[in-house]
């Protein structure tokens, strides 16, 4: 099992960003796929899951009405579109499957800086 992720930068107060998570070595389709975030000094927090259809979606308060989950199982990739970033959305954001009772699984994460 393997997630790639992609997309991270530096951008300005107001800014966007779309990060992706590519996943190989399970059936990306069947399983619950979320989204966390570490900023400096603290511990990993949830940002936002998606079912494996997307009928379920749901966000830390947050990043909710800014941020959008989204996935595209034939692409076995799983997206975060992030707009209106403000510089407290500066963190590492990570991919996470659980694939219990396989186990969880997390990619090595992409770092997001938002600065003027």
């Known amino acids: 099992v393997q997630l790639f992720e992609s997309g991270g930068g530096e951008v300005q107060p107001g800014g966007s960003l779309t990060l992706s998570c590519v996943a190989t070595?399970?059936?990306?389709?069947?399983?619950?796929m979320k989204w966390y975030r570490q900023m400096p000094g603290k511990e990993r927090e949830f940002v936002a899951t998606?079912?494996?259809?997307?009928?379920?979606?749901d966000y830390a308060d947050s990043v909710r009405g800014r941020f959008i989950i989204s996935r595209d199982n034939d692409k076995e990739t799983l997206y975060l579109q992030m707009n209106d970033l403000q510089p407290e959305d500066t963190a590492v954001y990570y991919c996470?499957?659980?694939?219990?009772?396989?186990?969880?699984?997390w990619g090595r994460g992409t770092q997001v800086t938002v600065s003027s």
């Open positions: 996470h499957a659980d694939l219990s009772p396989r186990g969880t699984f």
């Open positions: 070595g399970f059936v990306f389709g069947i399983y619950v």
């Open positions: 998606i079912s494996p259809f997307g009928g379920t979606i």
